[in-house]
């Protein structure tokens, strides 16, 4: 019993972060977001509070963190955006489609909405208003 409790007592500041994240998510602390990155912050102070991590290795790490992080975002993004300008007839398209489905405003507002939705699982707001804008912005002016 006595080494059950050693135990813990030296596991209890990384079990503390679980608790942290979802706390503070459920608590309206913070956001997901924001929880990732008191998240990283938590684990990169105990990293020097255990001397696990060491200020001269912070830099390769965080080089390694975004040259990780960014390309599959930067691309996506891209390709997303390239579409959208370089087919100028997607509005057309799909303004043709909806008429032919004789789908009201509101119908079309909710279809929007879904869309943004599903992208704000995947990209930040900014990314996808400039993705989207091009293509809802003449559909939203037809059932103005």
């Given amino acids: 019993m006595r080494e059950v409790l ?3 007592k030296e596991a209890i ?3 503390m972060a679980p608790v942290i994240i979802i706390g503070g998510i459920f608590s309206g602390i913070f956001t997901p977001t924001e ?3 008191i998240a ?3 684990a990169l102070i105990l990293g020097f509070a255990y001397r696990d991590l060491k200020l001269k290795d912070l830099p390769e790490i965080l080089w390694k963190s975004i040259k990780q992080s960014t390309p599959p975002l930067h691309h996506g993004g891209g390709q997303l955006l390239r579409l959208a300008h370089a087919v100028p007839e997607i509005p057309d398209s799909i303004i ?3 008429a032919s489905m ?3 405003g509101s ?3 909710w279809m929007i909405i ?3 939705l599903i992208l704000g699982c995947f990209l930040e707001g900014n990314s996808i208003f400039l993705i989207t804008i091009p293509i809802f912005f003449p559909i939203a002016l037809q059932y103005a």
């Fill in 40 to 42: 990283c912050i938590y």
């Fill in 35 to 37: 929880a990732s990155v």
């Fill in 6 to 8: 050693v135990s813990f």
């Fill in 102 to 104: 004789s789908v009201s």
């Fill in 114 to 116: 879904i869309v943004d």
């Fill in 13 to 15: 500041l990384p079990l």
């Fill in 96 to 98: 043709g489609g909806l």
């Fill in 107 to 109: 119908g079309v507002l």
